[in-house]
């Protein structure tokens, strides 16, 4: 492989991070994070070891849906700085290797967009086919039986006009109608304008609603958690899209792209993988649920990982997610369970050690979990609607934890959300002192990915199948072979198909009980492993 192509292949082989960009560092003294506190941090991504950023929406936004609602693309929101200190983050972030991706809303804007406001002025106006509006039936009646997110209708009647638009999730995000031509345009020219500005790529929020039916017919109804939305999501159109925004991003070198697929049920690794098409000419990467869903079960999880890997086309790469902003924390699923730091790490090196560019959620690298909020203190609109049977997604979107000082050292003043009771000791200065803790293992597992190249592209092999509640595989490159040994269970368990006297151990999350007790065949509750084998 030449050097070109090694290095267009980044996004291959780096670690990606991601930033919920309101609670990451708050430097202006609002209770919220901001870009020039990004900024700051970026020793500290540095020296983690990340190379690239993904930013949740920093855009222009009434935050009706934590700016996930845009009202100008070419804008950032003032709350976070302005489009120089944007530039100042990405020539400083590039000065230090770390790249920056952004999210990117085609699916919908926010109805204080500019073009909606236009579109909604008229029937006449010259952007009213840029969103999908239809008059009501003869009987008066909603134009289908389409559902937002949350089962409502999906469409609202506008006075102004007489007629309903459509909108997949709050009505305050009004879907663009992506068969109109010059909408297309201008969004692309959107993209043009941020490729441009130095961008390193995009990861682009529910892609697959972008199209909808042409004809607008109803759903099938069917059962709860079945897929109620054939003919408003995964349409056909979307593979002519994707290969149309695949051949704008090729224009310029080096550049991502990470499709957010929102499939129902949860887990359809095939249709996942499928909008990365023949794995060069669509998305680069497409996040794949499944495992953020699977509960505690080393079969289990192999076998998502397993189905995943065989939907992933020739040439097309995998990508692992543990957590996100909507989803919840990584640590939350054993909330009321004991050992949830150690499962934490296990998380931790399946994410950095199986094949496919792994993205860590802000916080998951020293254990964050999610916080309970109290009623007046949620902020996002489905907590709202929902509590108390839901809280909405305010829990894992909680300030970062950086030290024990007042706000965990995020802010001088009262944040946005309230900080994690356990801050005190779950931080980052704290951990950077424990070479025991979270933030240790993933430091060092980052940088046995940057040092070997096994754990970096090699291939994989599942092995042990017999074992149960293990997890094993050997990641390959050329010579090289690491193992990676997984103890799903809280219970002491000896390995019988291998012995760790044949290899290097370059990492043990017990590392000092196996010092005291020397033990070759025989794994620690909920330990991880990784060993480089040598010959025997
Ligand atoms: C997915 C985003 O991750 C989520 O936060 C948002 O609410 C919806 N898309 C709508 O944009």
New binding site residues.
Partial sequence: MSINEEKFLWWKHGVIYHIFPHSFNDTDGDGAGDIEGIIQKLDYLSDLGVDAIWLSPVYESPWI??G?DISDYKSINSIYGDMNAFKRLLDMAHKKNIRIIMDL?LNHTSDRHKWFQESRSSKNSPKREWYIWRSPSKKGKRPNNWQTNYWQSAWTFDALTGEYYYHS?FKEQPDLNWRNPELENEMFETVRFWLDTGVDGFRL??INMIFKDENLRNNPITHFFSDRHVYNRNQPELYDFLKKFRALLDKYPDKVSVG?IYTLPPGNPKLTASFMGDGKNMLHLTFDFSLIFSRWNASKYRKIINNFYQAIPNGGHPCFVMSN??LGRSVKRWIFAFNRYEKAKIHAILLLTLKGTPFIYYGDEIGMENVIIPKNRIRDMYGKLFFPFYRGRDRSRTPMQWNDLINAGFSAVEPWLPVHRNYRTVNVASESADSNSILNLYKNLIRLRKTHKALQSGEIEFTDFAEKGIISYIRTYEDTKIKVILNFTGKHRKIKSFNLKYGEILLSTHAQNREISGNTDILNPFEGILVKLTEN
């Fill in positions: 849906d934590a996930y809303v999730f929020d529910v957010e902003h909507d």
